[in-house]
């Protein structure tokens, strides 16, 4: 009997018809003419900025700012006149170690400064000032809020691929980019546990964008 019931299983999977088996082709390919002018949102559930620290000298150490929220305005004719404005809720940070976890967003003792970010930290925000694109690569410079302070930082970002998306996700053209970038905490005043704990700390960024 469990022969036979295997059996008529398989014959249903082969008999399927194709549009109701998973997509055999990605809907996103690195190929710029897939890109439109135009006004982007992000796709927050897949745009992240990966932070990594040196820790102790020991080994690298890496956490996560998710939800990132903004617009990118595109024309692919005129790529250097792209302009980018994103946000990045800090509060939402997330690292392996639910301690550390706690100690970035835990508030100063005796109401003095926070070691780190503190309980209620204001969003993070990057606008560009000016894009430099080469090919499928860009130099972007632009003016990172973080922590009250707001400082110029320079990324360099690459295309990754475009597309229309499938139809659960809505179907718009969507775009993708990734870039990194370094910066020193002590200049938006984050200098706890220096130098055993770096003062640079390097950023590995994704960025998914949806036609508006």
């Known amino acids: 009997m469990r022969l036979i019931i295997a059996a008529a299983l398989a014959a249903a999977v082969v008999s399927a018809p194709l549009?109701?088996?998973?997509?055999?082709?990605?809907?996103?390919?690195?190929?710029p003419r897939r890109v439109s002018g135009g006004t982007y949102k992000t796709d927050p559930g897949h745009s992240l900025v990966t932070w990594t620290?040196?820790?102790?000298?020991?080994?690298?150490?890496?956490?996560?700012?998710?939800?990132?929220?903004?617009?990118?305005?595109?024309?692919?004719?005129?790529?250097?006149?792209?302009?980018?404005?994103?946000t990045i809720p800090v509060s939402k940070v997330i690292t392996a170690s639910a301690g550390l976890t706690s100690h970035l967003l835990r508030a100063g003792k005796d109401g003095g400064k926070a070691d780190f970010f503190g309980a209620s930290p204001a969003d993070a925000r990057f606008v560009s000032t000016r894009v430099a694109a080469t090919g499928q690569n860009a130099t972007i410079t632009g003016n990172l809020t973080l922590?009250?302070?707001t400082r110029p930082v320079t990324l360099q970002a690459a295309f990754y691929g475009a597309g229309k998306?499938?139809?659960?996700?809505?179907?718009?053209?969507?775009?993708?980019?990734?870039?990194?970038?370094?910066?020193?905490r002590s200049e938006f005043g984050i200098g706890y546990g220096i130098p055993m704990v770096s003062d640079a700390i390097k950023l590995d960024i994704v960025v998914a964008f949806v036609k508006q």
């Open 165 to 184: 998306g499938p139809a659960q996700m809505g179907g718009g053209e969507n775009v993708g980019f990734t870039a990194t970038g370094t910066i020193r």
């Open 147 to 149: 922590n009250g302070v």
């Open 19 to 31: 549009s109701a088996q998973a997509p055999t082709t990605k809907p996103g390919a690195k190929d």
């Open 53 to 86: 620290v040196d820790h102790l000298g020991f080994t690298p150490y890496s956490g996560i700012f998710g939800d990132v929220t903004g617009t990118l305005e595109l024309d692919p004719k005129a790529p250097s006149k792209a302009k980018v404005d994103v």
